[in-house]
């Protein structure tokens, strides 16, 4: 008679639970937009949230501990003069946060360690390349300053923070890009597209360099991410729309690794991975639920762990770093799930008898130290992300803050040849040099609101497209 042997693993007994009532937070109005991000953003110092707003976008970056009802004169960060779409914390400072918005722009800011006292309308730098809504926003792991932005005009633009400049600009996507995802090191990066391909990118190259068609038979929007041992996890549609999440190796895209279907539902599943533990967590919006699964080396590569099930349905959800996590409670994983009114944190921990620090459940893990510096990144460079211990747990440093060192732009231009009659500046009266300056800045004003006015007749004109207006 044989008996079935059942498979070893630390994380086979991941159990979730929502926090306490009064250790929520009420009373959020939780942005309406129609995009597929996750309108959340936590980190070990602060809990941001995308919320609706009258009069341009705004979002809600809440204290950890200011838990309960949220007073709604709570100041709010605004600046963007579109609905934001899709917030990142910066991995190497708890204190800055970039968002981006259906204005055009990306923003970064600096969020004061004290509670604010009023609107934050000031950002640290404002990034304007794209002609459409920008939305996503994602930090490099391991470089300081490097942040890469995607919008609706299918390009993708990696900036340097630090100077508030474009570093790298690439424009290889023929649609809408549904999500990007760095790599470990973040030499490369994958993206998943309306054209239902999926890339891998080397950016410094500026070149693709593999490319999948339909790892997904749907039509629905996919989303990838790469694991830590550089394959790339994926959920999608079957062509049946069936809910379907799959594993590939980059360097051969024929085959899946795994591909394993999931149920029968229209909200697109947003995976958060945890490299420490290599397990992924799957919320679908709209889901009441979120499966989780852990990446093995052995067949069938993607295991089913549990489900954590409650009664309302998701809006979006945020994913805390691990250096976030309380281990003297076991904790794994935390992640803030947002209702229509509030954000409600789950806890996964793993049940242990003894009080000791479990060595195998908290391996060294990636820090705020960032590997190296943008321009080394730029040159070629790849570093792995520094590792701390979490042995005594995390507390998180005291706010940097971030100077921006912006080029003067005049100085990259090539120097003009003037003609014998050009008039030195010199030789100009005070009174017109008055009248041709006053009249420089206002066609400047007139061009930078006729633009504003074609990025918002262009984006009314993809939402009729899109049937979402």
Known sequence: MSRSIVRQSKFRHVFGQAVKADQGYDDIRVSKVTWDSSFCAVNPKFLAVIVESSGGGAFLVLPLSKTGRVDKNYP?????????????????????????????????????????????????????????????????????????????????????????????????????????????????????????????????????????????????????????????????????????????????????????????????????????????YLCGKGDSSIRYFEITEEPPYVHYLNTFSSKEPQRGM??????????????????????????????????????????????NTAGPEPAMEPEEWLEGRDEDPILVSMREGYVPPKSRELKVAKKNVLDSRPTTRRSMSTLETNSLPPELLERLLEEIQKLKATVLSQEKRICDLENKLSQYTNGTA
């Open 318 to 363: 945020g994913f805390m770093p691990k250096r976030g996590v309380d281990v003297s409670k076991c904790e794994i994983a935390r992640l803030y799930k947002l209702l229509d009114k509030k954000c409600e944190p789950i806890t996964m921990t793993v049940p242990r008898k003894s009080d000791l620090f479990q060595d195998d459940l908290y391996p």
């Open 76 to 280: 709010l960060v605004i600046g963007h003069s579109g609905p934001v779409l899709d917030i990142d914390w910066c991995p190497h400072d708890d204190n800055i946060l970039a968002s981006c918005s259906e204005d055009c722009t990306a923003m970064v800011w600096q969020i004061p360690d004290n509670t604010l006292t009023r609107p934050l309308s000031d950002p640290v730098v404002v990034l304007e390349g794209h002609s459409k809504r920008v939305g996503i926003v994602t930090w490099h792991p391991t470089a300081r300053n490097i942040l890469l932005t995607a919008g609706s005009d299918n390009l993708i633009i990696i900036w340097n923070v630090g100077a508030g400049e474009p570093l790298i600009s690439m424009d290889d996507h023929p649609d809408l890009i549904y999500s990007i995802s760095w790599n470990r090191n973040g030499s490369l990066f994958c993206t998943t597209c309306k054209d239902r391909r999926l890339r891998v990118c080397d950016p410094r190259k500026r070149e693709v360099v593999a490319e999948r068609l339909a790892p997904h038979e749907g039509i629905r929007p996919m989303r990838a991410i790469f694991t830590r041992d550089g394959n790339i996890f994926t959920t999608g549609f079957t062509r049946m729309s069936q809910r379907e999440l799959g594993l590939w190796d980059p360097t051969n895209f024929e085959e899946p690794i795994a591909l394993l279907e999931l149920d029968t539902s229209n909200g697109v599943l947003l995976p958060y991975y945890d490299p420490d533990a290599n397990m992924v």
